[in-house]
Structures are given as C-alpha cells and as structure tokens.
C-alpha cells in the first residue's frame, strides 16, 4: 500500500505564487509517473501536469509558462511550482502517482486527499 501526503494548498492573490508538495510512502514499491489534476465544481478532473521517471513532462495549455513541476526521486515527492496564478486556477487539487510494486510487472495509481487552491482578490 502506498500513501500520498499533500501539502501547500491556501488562499492566494492573483498573480501570486504558491508550491504544491505530495510525499508518496510505502514499501517496495517504485514511481513510474507523478503529476497534478485537478477539478473546480460543476467541472471534470483535468491534467494539469505530469513527471515520468525520465523527467519527462507535460503541461496543460492553460497553465503551461506559469507552472513548473519537479521531482526528488530520493524523497519520492513532487512540486508543483505555481506562480502568476489567475482566479481561474482556483480548484482542488489532487496529487497521482503511478507505481509498480517491487518484483511485479503491474502498475497501480494512486491519489491524493487532495489541496484546496484558491485564487482571489
């Protein structure tokens, strides 16, 4: 079993800066892919960034150029860097990550309680 730990969610100003922190524990497991969604009410789960193990990465159009997501494999956390944010990055926002567990050839997500983001004047 895995446990995702979230951290950093608050009340913000535009074009203010917060950072988004999710600590995965367990044993024997592995992390093949960490990333960000999140939802706003009345709207739809939606990908706001995602790390492979090769640091690849990938953005939403909507938050490419403000966010920036990172990775400390030897902590097993991932960042998400926000920074100009605008009101309409106000949502919940959920932390994934993607493991295998040792010896084993399935992978298994997992998700976060999630952390509110508000962003408002």
């Known amino acids: 079993q895995v446990q995702l730990a979230e951290s950093g969610g608050g009340l913000v100003q535009p074009g203010g800066s917060l950072r988004l922190s999710c600590e995965a524990s367990g044993s024997r497991f592995s992390i093949n892919a960490m990333g960000w969604y999140r939802q706003a009410p009345g709207k739809q789960r939606e990908l706001v960034a995602m790390i492979i193990s090769g640091r690849s990465t990938n953005y939403a159009d909507s938050v490419r150029g403000r966010f920036t997501i990172s990775r400390d494999n030897a902590k097993n956390t991932v960042y998400l860097q926000m920074n100009s944010l605008k009101p309409e990055d106000t949502a919940v926002y959920y932390c994934?990550?993607?493991?295998?567990?040792?010896?084993?050839?399935?992978?298994?997500?997992?998700w976060g309680q999630g952390t509110q983001v508000t962003v408002s004047s």
């Open positions: 994934n990550v993607v493991t295998k567990v040792t010896g084993q050839s399935t992978i298994r997500p997992y």
